[in-house]
């Protein structure tokens, strides 16, 4: 079901990516900075796409939104946080949802620090 409720939402929120989009500017230096923030875990402010890059994290999220990891309009909405996507869902993530997905997260074991 949220395979189809994301479909929905994903191709209705297109205009809304692009729109969520405008500051392109913020976009590449979130990327630029990426590299440096490496060690560092995802959060429930992180993009979609970046949350399921990482194993941990990807499994609490799939753990609320099963199948979200295959969707197939997931490069529509994976640069968006779980909160950006939440209106355009269709029920599907709802604040319950977002809320449970980052207590989880939160209670992950703290990230390896790495020597610099």
Known sequence: MIKTVLAAAALAA????????TSPAQDH?????H???AAARPTIESSIKD??????????????L???GQHPA???FQD???AQVEPFSGGAVTPAII????????????PAAHAH
């Open 66 to 68: 099963p199948g979200i």
């Open 35 to 37: 590299e440096a923030h």
């Open 51 to 64: 949350l399921l890059a990482n194993a941990e994290t990807a499994a609490v999220v799939e753990k609320h």
């Open 80 to 82: 968006m946080t779980l």
């Open 99 to 110: 809320a449970a997905i980052d207590t989880d997260l939160k209670a992950l074991p703290a």
């Open 29 to 33: 230096s979130a990327h630029a900075g």
């Open 14 to 21: 297109v205009s809304s990516v692009a729109v969520a989009q």
């Open 74 to 76: 997931l490069p529509q």
